[in-house]
């Protein structure tokens, strides 16, 4: 094991390989308050990687309904056992911003709790069994009672509440799939950090499987390998003639009903609409931190839902992270318009300020709305979208029959 800097965790924890970050970080930022869990991801990416025999069980993207949902079934219940921490321990009291925007976790990874209990592999873990993959939507819509915790029905009772979670590989900077792979088959690119299978040097082990806490390596018995999320990467290398050569976003990104997604790269630069949502204005969080292994995929957490599963959850920020949601800023609004505005993927916005159209007051908060237009550059610095917080209003001519 050597020591790695986990900024999620705000200390550095053990890793079996040393630190080495991607110039630029593949990642994405989800919208929950915003999912209506219309499963048009899912099939993007079903109908685009996992057709073929052998795969029918295998959904590289899913939407879970929380807190009974998941696939494979308890797999987020059953991996918080494993670490002896159903419930985060933290310290934040004293926030280091430079090291951690949340505060220090003080509990175990699953790198550190498998060498605590001297178990012959580099991370806890399982391997579900067969039934537990058996259907990616099970749990969907059953609510939970906040008056009485064994009883669960539908909405739409304030006292019961679910929200929805959106999947997939978190391309992980420290990866329970990659540490835990005696063949050396998995790789983390240097270029961009996606994580990927080599499936020439697959053995099937399923050790991958086993040690990912999210269990999104997955086997495919009638290739006797295991297959993963390749985050569309020949879209983000921007193969795709649509894009005519600029970075592009995935299939499930783009095929997003609910305008809930945004997808980019994490890097230094404060105008990039990810690192800025993640990094500085901190209203986007990692799900499940305290595994450790430094997950970058984040969500923007469901107001309505209990604060004290969300911390659970997204870790120690989630109140900050709803407080500035409900209540947005004027910067806020702004930036995250352009979510699904574009396929081609935004490194750098800039925005031209509009006039005041609305005010009131939420939660004893003055709430102020302006309708700015947000412009959105790629990476050569060319603009590539713009649009205004108010969405504009076309009005059909009449001569057309069908009009309404």
Known sequence: MTLVHNWHLGRRMEYPYFESRPKKQFAAIFNINRCIACQTCTMACKSAWTYNKGQEYMWWNNVETKPYGGYPQSWDVKTLKLIDNGENTWYTDEKDEKLSPYGVYEGDTIFEASAKKNLNQWAVGYIPEDKEWRAPNFGEDVAKSNNKPDEYSSLPEHS????????????CTYPGCLAAC??????KRKEDGIVLIDQKRCRGYRKCVEQCPYKKPMYRGLT????KCIACYPRIEGKDPLTKGRPMETR???????QIRLQGFLDDNPKNP?????????VALPLYPQFGTEPNIYYIPPRWAPRSYLRQMFGPGVDEAVEKFMVPSRELLAVMSLFRMTQTIVFEYKIEEGPKVFETVI???KFEMFNDTVIGFGEDGQEIVRTTVEEPLYIRDPKHYNSI
């Open 182 to 187: 005696p063949r050396k088959a998995i790789y």
């Open 224 to 227: 006797r390998v295991s297959e």
């Open 274 to 282: 990810v690192t800025w949502l993640i990094r500085h204005h901190k």
């Open 160 to 171: 019961r509440w679910f929200f929805y979670i959106q999947r997939l590989c978190n391309h």
């Open 252 to 258: 499930c990104m783009s095929a997003c009903v609910g």
């Open 363 to 365: 939660h004893g908060k």
